[in-house]
């Protein structure tokens, strides 16, 4: 079973007592490596010689030992080992939201590699909050964490001298000073060629494009490659055909309100979306405003966030987006293995590895339709996803 665990921030003043009252007082206090010792008629060095397996101990001895230590329910100090040796087998991995279906594997693929190694994962949730992002970073310093995994992190400043200072550290997904820390992250540039490539091939050349965050690597590195590939093919993009938003439905809503009403020989045929929830959020929007998905407005997204199987489950009555997907296992993977190369070797250059993506046709794009068919935007309340 995946040795993974969930590390939450202190409780508020007074939550420690709380909660001893509510789990009925003090525990029952542990058996140590002494009680071992007396039970089995040892030295207590020569039962951590049996127990720690360094050292020799007679077979028949050290299964005494071994024996009395079970029957005692003891196990070792933790902190007691991590002091010793200087490794707590312990990597902790920040989040930046719990509820994005994209996190998961990305866990799930690191959880592979490092329980395979002996190691237990640690994971925090930040919810893109400097304070909460500097709070787990300090309580993994503090518990000794063999290293860091950050998927997802807008990184300030200060919080890139606290990570200089602690232990190795992989980025996933975002970096703040690009070539400073070890790196994994999938191929923008490729998605979004993929992308346009599609849309042009299926006649549209009035493209459109809802950045992400500014704060966000991977979102400039989408809204770059998407202007200077419309640059590369000569194709016209007005001021009007960029929105700047964030990773939200509600960012597509209003983008849809800003591009959706210019006149139609301005309009867009079909947006780019920055991720999977900005074109949702775009596609009910167009809905209520009257345009039929694809016939009326080509849309695409990014990361393929839910999958085949799950999008049907939770949006029934929505197309199938055309999206990008990102092989998050293997990103997860990756970022496990740069982490064990890192703590086998913390002096060597920093490493990027850029993972290939994948197109993934659906039906909210089709070929571009005569442009006397276009709709100009009624205000009506249509069904929304």
């Not at 991590?82 to 920040?94: A, D, F």
């Not at 965050?213 to 590195?221: F, G, V």
């Not at 960029?242 to 309100?257: L, Q």
């Amino acid at each position: 079973m995946a040795s993974v665990k969930w590390l939450v921030l202190p409780p508020p003043e007074g939550g420690g007592k709380q909660r001893e009252r509510e789990f009925g007082g003090a525990m029952a206090k542990q058996p140590t490596l002494t009680d071992v010792a007396r039970a089995a008629g040892v030295s207590r060095s020569t039962a951590a010689r049996a127990l720690s397996g360094s050292g020799y101990v007679a077979k028949a001895k050290r299964e005494l030992i071994e024996a009395q230590a079970n029957g005692l329910g003891y196990r070792a100090s933790a902190i007691a080992r991590t002091l010793r040796t200087r490794r707590s087998h312990t990597v902790g991995i920040l989040i930046a939201d719990i509820t994005n279906p994209i996190f998961p594997r990305i866990v799930r693929g690191a959880d592979e590699v490092l329980t395979g190694e002996g190691m237990t994962l640690l994971l925090c949730n930040t919810d893109q909050e400097p304070e909460r992002q500097a709070s787990f970073t300090q309580v993994m310093i503090e518990r000794m964490a063999d290293g860091l995994i950050l998927v997802s992190q807008s990184i300030r400043p200060e919080l890139v001298d606290l990570l200089r200072r602690g232990p190795p550290i992989v980025l996933v997904n975002r970096t703040p000073e690009p070539g400073a820390f070890d790196y994994v992250g999938p191929d923008n540039a490729q998605g979004i060629d993929a992308l346009i490539e599609h849309l042009t091939n299926h006649g549209h050349r009035r493209l459109g494009f809802i950045r992400g965050p500014r704060n966000s690597s991977t979102a400039c590195e989408r809204y770059d490659r998407f202007v200077r590939r419309m640059g590369e093919l000569a194709l016209p993009l007005p001021r009007s055909a960029i929105f700047d938003g964030d990773y939200s439905p509600e960012s597509g809503r209003a983008a849809a309100d800003a591009m959706l009403n210019l006149p139609a020989t301005e309009r867009p045929t079909a947006i780019l979306a920055a991720n999977d929830f900005v074109a949702l959020g775009l596609i009910d929007r167009a809905r209520e405003l009257g345009f039929a998905i694809p016939q009326d407005l080509s849309v695409t997204g990014f990361d393929d966030a839910f999958g085949e199987a799950a999008w049907h489950r939770v949006f029934p009555d929505a197309p199938r987006m055309t999206t990008v997907g990102q092989p998050r296992r293997e990103i997860g993977r990756q970022a496990a293995n740069l982490l064990l190369d890192r703590l086998a070797d913390t002096s060597r250059a920093p490493t990027k590895i850029i993972v290939p993506v994948s197109f993934i046709q659906g039906t909210t794009t089709a070929a571009l339709a005569p442009q006397p068919s276009l709709p100009s935007p009624r205000r009506r309340r249509g069904r929304t996803m």
